[in-house]
């Protein structure tokens, strides 16, 4: 099915385009009245993320209200270590808790990889052929993971954590059992991204929510190579890496064949230009949108101008719930908004 | 009374010394045997706190056990917003509780602050007294506080948090009151940073523990300024100035008024001499002291080397509780098997 609205495409393929595309981080959630509305209704989250209409339903709900020029799958990062056996809980206002953790070279063999457990995740791959469907080519429709090391957290941290000392503890402590983890959340990562792709995702995205927090000589050493891996294994669509935190690691994450990189709201375009010739993504403070109607305006058309052209407007995070809805509008409407001169660089509003 | 060991004082000065101080952040805590034992007596953390003896004695425990180059005054940031009138608990696993927080103009109003507000907190300043007496001269003490910013935030938030959204929220929203707030808490760092000098510390220590989730700009507008007033103020005694996170706002902690600036683990000194003329403390990842001894001891070797003289040597953040105590003493040991070559900078083992 041709796509209407391809911007997000080709802005991703490093295409001159008319205007950056917009979309937002978790703006399929608690920000919008129609997702608060069927979530009540519901037992709890993880109905929401496997029963494929409702999914779906959640999905679209952002392009209706918003016109972002993008949706985003609802699901989280955290089925790939269910699918490989490892089930997790979402505890409301607390977040993720994995009853059981990872701890010994036991646990990591008893675990299913690859095709194997991409083919437990069934729900999300019909939710993207029912997106698809309903969308009906409107705007391109992402899919996404979590990095290796991300997911590696979680599982031998069975929860967040400020600091992830248990996690990093064992990169420490256990470094070849991480690896041997590392490369099983890899298989299974590839696996269900091909699913994606085949379901009908038209670009990806990789979040490694939690790279911040390792030293440049472990993101390299146990971030990096998984990342990579993933990267060349699924050259069908346009991908982007979102390396939270990760500005230490810029140079090595430069490396990765990605066509996008996602930058946090402290990462300034110019700042990572120096390390970086890809398509960026980001970069609002998610904060600033509780500001005033014409704060965030302003603050919008300064980060447009901050990156000049390559770029994709989003926030530097996901939007945070509480987000008044009608900021969310002005910042997607103020990037609409925007016409980039021929130079591709400057911008008119 | 006189300093026997001042290494800490001449290299936060700037004088070329024989090899880098050594401590660690947090190391009067739960590493240490001794300080398990007496806090299992108590009935909690701010007893400790509260009573000069015991925290003098708390105090005192990682020279006695680890030989480190300085002590540091058993206390707790959060001393400043309760002797304001926000009084604050600690839940075990769970961190700071704050009953009442500061939403309005009113809140702000009620807080006593400057010398008022830094009188309440007389039993700080009897366990510097005491703890000078009883180290008699052994090593330096060091004071601190949390620099306005992070009080601020906890101060708004009610507790710790991975966004401090609230926090950044009320900053957006009221940016007037905000530096209403972040004046009266100012002041009474200030007024309370005098006395501890006055009651016999030699270096003081700002932690701005939240720095980091800020945006440029607005550590520009609502962190820097205060920081700098308390720096312009304190004059008495070298100071050192940790803003963990903020390595993008560098360029800016370069223009403080201060002796010695933190680095926590993913600021390479290279990246932090670009901007900052100053002594640095740090970096060692924390959880590299999870790592076998003979690892520790490499890396801490190598950490030494990338910061050639002018070098505190410390963590780049606070001990875990669950650091095995042997490898806190490879750590310290290794910093005190080097001696500096005559040109300052290579080191010899």
Redesign the interface.
Known sequence: MELKNDLLIRTAMGEAVERPPVWLMRQAGRILPQYRALRGKLSGFKELVETPALAAEVTIQPVDELGVDAAIIFSDILVIPEAMGLPYELIEKKGPLFPKTIQTATDIEQLQSGAKAATELHYVYEAIKITKQELNGRVPLIGFAGAPWTIFAYMIEGS?S??F?KA??F???HPDLAHQLLQKITDSTIAYLHKKVDSGVNLLQIFDSWA?I???E?YRTFALPYTQQIANAIKRVPLTVFAK?A??ALADIASIECNVIGLD????PQ?ARQFVDKVFQGNL????L??QAD?VKQATLSMLESFGGQHIANLG?GV?P?TPLDNVKVFVDTVKSVVYQPDHQAIKS
Chains 1, 2 share one sequence.
């Open positions: 967040g400020k600091t000392s990093k503890r990169l420490y402590q911040g390792l030293t440049p472990l935190g500005w230490f709201w402290q990462t300034s700042y403070d998610p904060c600033q509780y500001g704060e995070h945070y509480d």
